[in-house]
C-alpha cells in the first residue's frame, strides 16, 4: 500500500472538472485507489464519491492506492494535484 497527503490549492477544490480530471488518471492504474479528506474515504476511481467529499480549496486529502502499480498511481494523482489538474 501506498499513501500520500497534499492540501488542495486550485480555487474550487474537488470540483467538477477536477473530479473528472482526476477520475481519468486514477482510471489508468489497475491499484485500488482511495481519495480521503476530513475523515470521509471514497473510491477515487468514482466521480460521485470524490464529488461527494466537498473537498475545498485549502483541505487536506489523502490518496491511498493497493495494487501492481500503487507507487506510480499516487505519484501521478499527487503530481495532477500540484499541476492544479491540468492533463498533460
Given at each position: 500500500m501506498k499513501?500520500?497527503?497534499?492540501v488542495?490549492?486550485n480555487e474550487e477544490?474537488?470540483?467538477?472538472?477536477?473530479?473528472a480530471?482526476?477520475v481519468?488518471?486514477?482510471n489508468?492504474?489497475?491499484?485500488?485507489?482511495?481519495?480521503?479528506?476530513?475523515g470521509d474515504?471514497v473510491?477515487g476511481?468514482?466521480i460521485i464519491?470524490?464529488?461527494?467529499?466537498?473537498?475545498?480549496?485549502?483541505?487536506?486529502v489523502t490518496?491511498?492506492?493497493?495494487g501492481?502499480?500503487?507507487?506510480?498511481?499516487?505519484n501521478?494523482?499527487i503530481?495532477l494535484i500540484?499541476e492544479?489538474?491540468k492533463e498533460?
Open positions: 499513501q500520500d497527503t497534499i488542495l490549492k477544490g474537488l470540483h467538477a472538472r477536477a473530479a480530471t482526476f481519468r488518471a486514477a489508468r492504474f489497475t491499484a485500488d485507489i482511495t481519495l480521503t479528506a476530513h474515504k473510491n476511481k468514482s464519491g470524490i464529488m461527494s467529499l466537498g473537498a475545498f480549496s485549502g483541505e487536506e490518496i491511498c492506492a493497493e501492481a502499480d500503487e507507487e506510480e498511481a499516487v501521478t494523482l503530481n500540484k492544479d489538474f498533460d
